[in-house]
Nanobody
């Protein structure tokens, strides 16, 4: 079993920055892809960013490209999401997800709230 725990969310003014962390624990190291998703009130969960198992390949939603950066530290079993130039429309619950011996995201964190005030 794998547990993912996010941290780093909070309230920030528009234009500010936050860094989210997601640490995995359990019986296996996360060697597969990891990603961040978000869900705003009244909206469906949407993809934000993905990083491959080895780290060099990253993918971003168009809405965050150039502002957010995903990275990972495999030694710490942790993935990060650096969010810069935050906008009110970035307000959402952010979820970490991992692919553990799977081609799909099969483990999810509980989410962390990010609120951007205008």
């Amino acid at each position: 079993q794998v547990q993912l725990v996010e941290s780093g969310g909070g309230l920030v003014e528009a234009g500010g920055s936050l860094r989210l962390s997601c640490t995995a624990s359990g019986r296996t190291s996360i060697t597969g892809g990891m990603g961040w998703f978000r869900q705003a009130p009244g909206k469906e969960r949407e993809f934000v960013a993905h990083i491959s198992g080895s780290g060099p390949n990253t993918y971003y939603a168009d809405s965050v490209k150039g502002r957010f950066t995903i990275s990972r530290d495999n030694a710490k079993n942790t993935v990060y999401l650096q969010m810069n130039s935050l906008k009110p429309e970035d307000t959402a619950v952010y979820y970490c997800a991992a692919k553990v011996w799977s081609n799909t995201y099969n483990y999810w964190g509980q989410g962390t709230q990010v609120t951007v005030s205008s």
